[in-house]
């Protein structure tokens, strides 16, 4: 998981603005109450421009989706715990980064697959089969570092390195409702700190 070298810059075009203003927006008042002529005025770019990339918004939707995926990669590859030797403190690092990284609006450190699936999961299978495939490269990126973490200290229960990752998600995305409900960033963290309590005690770690 650490790299070998930092990914190029994105090019910025106008596609790109759109999949970020589609971020932005969608993280900060929903899917369903951003519209195309919001995403373009936030983007800068005319909605011939738009169409021109996406025949619709749900077409930007799995574009978007797929997009957050490629942009987590560097919190698996780049911050300095992903050079720690024992995979335990890389998997407690990935937690208080996450930790630190919930600060703010809400808008500005909640999920942007989640927030979609949340509303969509009901009602557009493409938009819900995206945010799962998101998700879930999420959740197997990080069981690589939870199963060298196992192999190498043990775990109790025989639980296994996908049921910690998924719980890690969970607790991530349950945490961002929160926040966003609470209007409370620090109920969110809380909640973070009670899952880097339960990972040590899985792992038997003494306080």
Not at 23 to 31: D, F, M
Not at 101 to 112: R, S, V, W
Not at 129 to 135: F, G, T
């Amino acid at each position: 998981m650490n790299a070998s070298r930092s990914p190029a810059p994105e090019r910025i075009t106008a596609k790109t603005k759109l999949i970020d203003a589609a971020h932005e927006l969608v993280r900060r008042q929903g899917y369903a109450a951003t519209t195309v002529d919001q995403i373009c005025a936030a983007a800068g770019v005319t909605k011939g421009a738009f169409f021109h990339h996406f025949p619709s918004k749900e077409d930007l939707g799995v574009a978007a989706a797929a997009q957050w995926t490629a942009r987590a990669a560097p919190l698996f590859e780049l911050p300095p715990y992903t050079r720690l030797e024992d995979p335990l403190e890389r998997l407690l690092g990935h937690i208080d980064m996450r930790m630190a990284m919930i600060d703010g609006p809400a808008e500005g450190f909640t999920c942007f697959v989640g927030t979609m699936a949340q509303e969509t999961f009901a009602s557009n299978e493409a938009l819900r089969e995206a945010s799962s495939e998101s998700i879930t490269a999420y959740c197997e990126a990080l069981a690589v570092d939870v199963q060298a973490a196992i192999d190498r200290h043990g775990i109790r229960d025989n639980i296994t390195a996908e049921s910690v990752a998924w719980h890690v998600q969970t607790v991530l995305q349950g945490a961002f409702v929160i926040a966003k409900a609470s209007g409370d960033p620090e109920k969110a963290r809380e909640s973070v700190r009670h899952l880097r309590r339960y990972i040590e005690a899985i792992f038997n770690i003494s306080s």
